[in-house]
């Protein structure tokens, strides 16, 4: 791997996000409940979680972990973010494709989740699907940061449990990955993505590479890392034609006279905000 890639490694990469165990979205909506039981507390306690909710220690621990990449989890005061307090009003066990795609996005779009970012944003986009094994072979620039040990331990087991999450648990109704009789994991047709759960992903990404813009390239959104389009898997086509819905309903403007491709916001927006009027007008 080039040392391009290897620079971009974040200073505070997490190799395992599941913590080893399986990204179970039962488990998931146990522990949100039960945090959003006690909005009046600064902070929960590991304990609390464990003696109310019958989880373990070991599963309390990766719950949280997985709760806070997703963005529904503040970490270590694992306090219900904007985001997560409106899961767990509207869609608290996780039925409805939006709230996947959302939490599809954030955890995946982010490159301190490397793990899960780069068979995202890196190895899906590649023409020729992976497996396993030969997905490993993109997490070479780790040694030498990390022990030899370390990333076969860890990173192996993580490529295992992200992959399982979109064939085998929850997020395979996103149709996000097709797994092969040969063990080749393929990018699939995706399922539909709204045009609100677009915007409010848009925003997370505005938030991440442009904090405050009042507008993004549409090719950016398209093709960018870690963008929109290359995370949930959109045609340009697709995108472009989600972006025009968005402008009929007033979301956004779209600028494309001379040297202009771009959308821009009407005002201040947030996806909080977004995902709220989503799940109002579903």
């Known amino acids: 791997m080039n040392q391009a890639t290897r620079s971009t490694i974040p200073p505070d990469a997490k190799l395992q996000v599941t913590k080893g165990y399986a990204p179970q979205f039962g488990?998931?909506?146990?522990?949100?409940?039960?945090?959003?039981?006690?909005?009046?507390?600064?902070?929960?306690?590991?304990?609390?979680?464990?003696?109310?909710?019958?989880?373990?220690?070991?599963?309390?621990?990766?719950?949280?972990?997985?709760?806070?990449?997703?963005?529904?989890?503040i970490p270590r005061v694992l306090r219900l973010t904007d985001i997560g307090l409106l899961v767990t009003q509207h869609d608290p066990f996780f039925d409805d494709l939006g709230t996947l795609w959302l939490c599809h996005y954030v955890i995946a779009s982010n490159p301190r989740h490397i793990v899960w970012n780069r068979i995202a944003n890196t190895i899906l986009p590649a023409a020729h699907g992976p497996t396993r094994i030969t997905a490993q072979e993109h997490f070479a620039d780790l040694r030498g940061r990390y022990t030899d040990k370390t990333v076969k331990r860890h990173v192996t087991k993580e490529i295992g449990r992200t992959l399982r999450a979109y064939t085998v648990h929850r997020f395979r109704n996103l149709d996000y990955l097709l797994e092969s009789a040969d063990g080749y994991y393929l990018a699939d047709t995706p399922a539909p993505v709204t045009a609100l759960i677009l915007l409010a992903s848009i925003v997370v990404y505005r938030d991440a590479v442009q904090p405050a813009a009042t507008g993004l390239e549409i090719p950016l959104l398209c093709n960018g890392e870690n963008s929109p389009g290359r995370i949930m898997h959109l045609s340009e086509w697709r995108l472009r034609e989600t972006l025009e819905t968005l402008r009929r309903q007033k979301h956004i403007e779209i600028e494309s006279r001379a040297n202009l491709d771009q959308i821009r916001f009407l005002g201040e927006v947030f996806p909080a905000a977004v995902l709220a009027q989503y799940y109002e007008e579903r």
């Open 27 to 73: 488990q998931l909506s146990r522990l949100l409940n039960y945090i959003a039981s006690r909005p009046d507390d600064a902070r929960i306690p590991v304990a609390d979680i464990i003696q109310s909710t019958g989880l373990s220690r070991p599963h309390a621990i990766n719950m949280s972990s997985l709760a806070g990449a997703m963005g529904l989890l």
